[in-house]
């Protein structure tokens, strides 16, 4: 039996092998790594930032004041928990936040706005109140939408139920959420209005232009109340709304709802 002996640098040379082997094994199991673990990255990645849409059947927006007031909208969602896009002075930073809501609280606000006849009242008669923050709510009813808007005028009944969704979303326990409203493609189109004495329709439509505003009648031959319409592929419904409440030639509005009791 004959044993070769060992060539001198043979050693070396063998080390240097198994150095360059241990390096390409590494080199192909991180490669395996990334492929493996990049696309579930992504996934997680696209999962967190997409938010998850959910109906709802109340919507409460509170508009700015001239102070710091709360500007949010708050959506009672089908479930009875809620969620809020704070937009300034109610939580540290601008976002949405989601909370489980007190549904003690809630049962008397819904309770409170039931009857058709608290959706119609007049506010001609109320004293202007300088300060007011536009304030606007609708409500996904069984029996149709409802919504009311006040902006300069307010009543008791209506102060009522604001001032308790305003305790409600002031007082709740918010946290971030990925949760958004479902926001219904049927917005509303046709607002009553009232105008001041002396101002002819067509040109007080000429303000809203961008809007596509129409005259669709008269609604009555002695009083200054028309029925006028935007293009529902022109701009915001509530924005349309909010800037005819807020010309000084208009002394009221009103979104036309079959609820509505038109005017004599």
Not at 20 to 37: D, K, M, P, R, Y
Not at 80 to 86: E, F, Q, S
Request: glycine share 4%.
């Amino acid at each position: 039996m004959f044993i070769s002996a060992a060539q001198p640098g043979d050693t070396t040379s063998c080390r240097s092998k198994l150095h360059a082997t241990a390096v390409l094994f590494l080199f192909i199991s991180s490669l395996f790594c990334i492929q493996a673990c990049a696309p579930k990255n992504n996934i997680l990645s696209v999962q967190q930032t997409t938010p998850e849409l959910k109906p709802y059947v109340l919507k409460y927006e509170r508009g700015p004041c001239f102070g710091k007031c709360p500007v949010y909208s708050f959506y009672l969602l089908s479930d009875h928990t809620a969620i809020v896009n704070a937009k300034a002075n109610l939580m540290d930073t601008a976002g949405w936040y989601f909370t489980p809501l007190d549904q003690e609280g809630l049962v008397e606000i819904l309770e409170l706005i039931e009857p058709s006849e608290w959706w119609l009242q007049d506010l001609n008669n109320q004293p202007e109140i300088a300060d007011l923050p536009i304030s606007s709510l609708v409500y996904h009813h069984p029996q149709g939408v409802r919504s009311i808007s006040i902006q300069s005028r307010t009543s008791e009944s209506l102060e009522k139920v604001f001032g308790k969704l305003s305790h409600l979303v002031t007082e709740s326990s918010w946290v971030p959420t990925q949760l958004r409203p479902l926001e219904s493609n049927a917005e509303p189109t046709d607002v009553i209005v009232q105008l001041k004495e002396n101002i002819d329709i067509q040109s007080w439509m000429k303000k809203f232009d961008r809007f596509g505003i129409k005259l669709i009648k008269r609604l009555t031959p002695r009083q200054h109340y028309y029925l006028v319409s935007k293009d529902p592929a022109k701009g915001d419904a509530n924005d349309f709304l909010q800037y005819i409440k807020s010309d000084p030639d208009v002394v009221d509005a009103q979104w036309d709802r079959k609820l509505d009791r038109r005017f004599d």
